[in-house]
């Protein structure tokens, strides 16, 4: 039996305003971004405390304060130089800073036994731009470059050491390149749609269980992306829709044979998190007018290869390949007010491993899994009065 307790009071103000106008042209987009932030939180996290006393730490209270203020003006410009073609420029300059006072504190006489004052800042300058063509009314394609920023920042709260307590991780920076289609086609009875991406991350933010001190921690990364997103919607009656989408991913980690004390293993040995290799959706639906109403009924079919759950790719907690089949029947009224509709999901009653916890890479290390329910079926009636 593990005895927890935590007291948490959180404030926050945000605010975005934005300037909208433009002419035959262009358009524009001027705005300005403020965020604030203050979260108090006192716990004696015992669970993680009870490792820590195999580790020789002491026990005792976690009293963590820390504010964040975050602020940023962006701007946007989209110019119409002709019906096919349009180009698009924009940029956001951001601040951010985070500051912080974790103290453990003596549960009996609430002395402080350590103290420390961690602090972030940072700015940064992002952009993108975007040219598209139009050959015609139903044909757009696309081609972008874009820079992303993600704020670093502290370690979790409860701390168990001053070193933990002292731990930051850096900003999140991302060089991204994209091109597309989209497209209605054939008397705009069928969508389709397609994007390659390529992405180059630096500092990837990577949350880890780490191992030594059982507490959860944020560690950077190179990392590079790149993969291939199709869908698509085919309607060609009334009584019938097609539709699915697929995406491709490869991931690989830009850091050689580096260990992270958190992983454990070389980077290079390694898969990305929560990035499966293919994952595709299949949805057909039929419908049909009768005097009662819309009858409508259908399936779909997902697919998702095996990927890794954390960044130390566990054994443990391991995402196997998995397909699932949901159906469904239901009937709306000619004047939209009641709607009854009977399901049936994961109707093959797969094993779908939804998260886990492990911390450690190798063979045969433990870990936590939590699964979905298994079948589900389900009636449901709606009305609007």
Excluded: C
Excluded at 63 to 74: G, K, L, N, P, R
Excluded at 99 to 127: H, K
Excluded at 229 to 235: D, M, P, Q, S, T
Aim: glycine content about 8%; proline content about 5%; hydrophobic content about 35%.
């Amino acid at each position: 039996m593990v005895d927890l307790y935590q007291e948490l009071d959180q404030w926050q103000f945000t605010q975005e305003v934005q300037l909208v106008g433009g002419n035959e042209q262009a358009d524009y987009v001027l705005g300005a971004y403020y965020f604030r932030e203050n979260v108090q939180q006192l716990a004696n996290n015992r669970f993680n405390q009870i490792f820590a006393g195999i580790i020789g730490q002491p026990f005792g209270l976690n009293d963590d304060e820390q504010d964040t203020t975050s602020w940023a003006v962006f701007g946007e410009t989209t110019f119409h130089l002709n019906e096919q073609w349009s180009f698009t420029i924009g940029g956001r300059y951001t601040s951010d800073e985070k500051t912080a006072n974790r103290r453990l504190l003596d549960p009996n006489t609430l002395a402080p036994i350590w103290d420390v004052d961690p602090s972030f800042d940072d700015t940064n300058f992002s952009w993108r731009a975007v040219a598209q063509y139009r050959p015609n009314d139903n044909v757009m394609l696309y081609g972008s470059y874009s820079t992303g920023y993600k704020a670093g920042g502290l370690a979790g709260t409860r701390p168990i050491t001053p070193n933990v307590a002292f731990n930051t991780y850096e900003p999140e920076e991302l060089s991204s390149w994209e091109v597309g289609l989209r497209s209605d086609l054939f008397d705009n009875t069928l969508r389709f749609n397609a994007t390659y991406f390529y992405a180059i991350y630096d500092a990837l933010q990577l949350s880890v269980l780490e191992p030594a001190t059982f507490q959860f921690g944020v560690i950077n990364a190179d990392a590079i992306v790149h993969g291939l997103e199709l869908e698509g919607v085919w309607r060609p009656t009334d009584q019938f829709q097609l539709s699915g989408n697929l995406g491709t991913t490869n991931f690989r980690y830009d850091e050689g044979s580096r260990i992270d004390p958190a992983v454990g293993v070389p980077f290079d040995t390694l898969d990305g998190k929560q990035f499966p290799d293919l994952a595709a959706r299949l949805n057909a639906v039929f419908y049909q007018p009768t005097e009662l109403g819309e009858f409508a009924f259908g399936g779909s079919a997902t697919y998702s290869s095996a990927f890794a759950r954390n960044v130390g790719n566990s054994p443990a907690i391991f995402s196997d390949e998995v397909t699932t089949l949901d159906v469904f029947a239901q009937l709306t009224s000619p004047d939209g007010r009641w709607r009854l509709k009977l399901e049936g999901k994961n109707i093959t009653d797969e094993d779908i491993f939804l998260a886990g916890n492990a911390p450690g890479a190798a063979p045969g290390s433990w870990g936590s899994r939590y699964y979905t329910y298994g079948a589900i079926w389900s009636a449901s009636l709606r009305l609007e009065f």
